[in-house]
């Protein structure tokens, strides 16, 4: 079984504030060297056997997707997510444009066995800024409790606006990891 990730590529000025705390907390811990994980938020996490369970699975997120316009997420706070785990993320709140559309992908995908995720409820809605995915090195326990506590106390908050998905492969290579990208519709004032 090969897992993929669906994922929301955010835009604006929210990106910004992703990049700035990601240098803070690297510049303490060496995390990444050249190569930094894409700031994304995971939609879905699918299960891929063979060709053609990828092909189902593009008609049916194509499907979705093309009733969606783009929309406005708001960033507020951190979301730690402890050991194994040890990333620090942005928290993206409620929202029922990437609620909805996720939810909706999660029933058609796993109606058809795609999704690894057992049930949608529960789904913590981030952008992580810094954890083991894609570092150099694990960082320890210790590092992740203190790099926690040295940004718990920012005050974080921005917007984001959501124009497409990419379907990625779990790997860090920009030109490698991308399957396909589904654009959302255009949408003349992104409604919040």
């Known amino acids: 079984m090969n897992q993929l990730f669906l994922v929301a590529i955010p835009t604006g ?3 910004e504030l992703a990049k700035d705390l990601r240098e803070k907390i690297n510049n303490e ?21 063979n060709n053609e369970d990828l092909k189902e699975c593009e008609q049916i997120i194509s499907s979705i997707v093309d009733k969606f316009k783009s ?16 990333a620090i993320t ?5 929202n029922y444009f990437i609620e909805n559309l996720s939810y909706l992908i999660h029933e058609q995908l796993q109606a058809k066995g795609l999704t690894s995720r057992e049930n949608f409820s529960g789904w ?7 954890g083991v995915f894609g570092a150099d090195r694990e960082w320890s326990e210790e ?3 203190r790099a926690s506590e040295m940004v718990n106390d ?4 921005g917007r984001c606006v959501i124009e497409r998905l990419e379907l990625w492969r779990p790997i860090i290579s920009s030109e490698k990891k991308i399957i396909q990208t589904f654009n959302l519709k255009r949408a ?3 409604e919040e």
Do not use: C, M, N
């Open 90 to 94: 942005l928290a993206i709140r409620d």
């Open 29 to 49: 811990f060496h995390l990444y060297s050249w190569i930094e994980p894409s700031l994304h938020a995971t939609i879905e996490v699918l299960k891929i056997e």
């Open 143 to 145: 590092e992740f409790y």
């Open 124 to 130: 913590k809605f981030h952008i992580t800024i810094a």
């Open 13 to 15: 000025p929210v990106l």
């Open 188 to 190: 003349a004032d992104t």
């Open 154 to 157: 920012i005050s974080v908050q």
């Open 71 to 86: 929309f406005t997420l708001e960033v507020k706070g951190f979301e730690f997510f402890p050991p194994p785990h040890k």
